[in-house]
């Protein structure tokens, strides 16, 4: 099936610091979601994406569509420890099929 | 606003065993969603209803895996009998219409098959 790989797998940083991270899939996606899961609960969208090149920002979340179509971005600035959780990236392809990425786990050290 | 429930939040069964999850979606919301989400994975759709209708369930393992909503409101997901690989965090979510970037997700049922 669809695979939207993600990396990298997980992240330690230190607080205030600069997060990024990607997604890539094989073929082509029409959109792309970023959503957060904390321990226990189901994912929550953070940021969605509708065309190539769009470039979109949640408070100290940005999120680009990549221009090839086959990539997102999301970049978190300033990190804070309610930052830690999995990040997954997921989108639907051409043929409107939706499929979630493997996950980053974010850890913030204070 | 009440937010999509999931009963029961754990279980543990042993293989061949049948088991039943149940999924309350938030009130008004036409479209429901149930997803597989193997620990260090990402969720995988299983299954999407609109009101009471499939709409798709193409990775469906259909001759263990059943689901219905039956009256386009709340809606159970089996399993038949079970096997060990299907221990997973079973998560609903729901939208008010066929829009993925509109889904609200349940907290999930976490199955252990031992």
């Known amino acids: 099936g669809q695979q939207l790989n993600q990396s990298p797998q997980s992240m330690f940083i230190q607080e205030g610091e600069d997060v990024s991270m990607n997604c890539t899939s094989s073929s082509i996606f029409n ?27 949640n408070g100290r979340l940005t999120a680009q569509f990549g221009i090839t179509r086959k990539d997102s971005f999301l970049n978190i600035s300033a990190s804070i420890p309610s930052d830690v959780g999995i990040y997954f990236c997921a989108g639907t392809n051409t043929g409107n099929q939706f499929y979630f990425g493997t996950g980053t786990s974010l850890t913030v050290i204070p | 606003e009440a937010g999509v429930a999931q009963s029961p939040r754990y279980k543990i069964i042993e293989k061949r065993q049948s088991v039943a999850f149940w999924c309350n979606p938030i009130s008004g919301h036409a479209t429901l969603y149930w997803y597989q989400q193997i620990l260090g994975q990402g969720p995988k759709l299983l299954i999407q209803f609109q009101n009471n209708g499939v709409v798709d369930d193409s990775q469906l393992p259909k001759d263990r895996f059943s689901a219905e909503r039956l009256k386009g409101v709340d809606s159970t997901l089996k399993i038949q009998p079970a096997k060990l ?3 997973a965090v079973y998560l609903c979510a729901s939208s008010p219409r066929t829009t993925y970037n509109e889904q609200f997700f349940g907290p999930g049922t976490r199955l252990t098959v031992l």
């Open chain 1, 31 to 57: 959109t792309w979601l970023w959503y957060k899961q904390d321990p226990g609960e189901g994912p929550v969208l953070l940021i969605a994406l509708y065309k190539a090149g769009e470039l979109t920002s």
């Open chain 2, 85 to 87: 690989e299907d221990s």
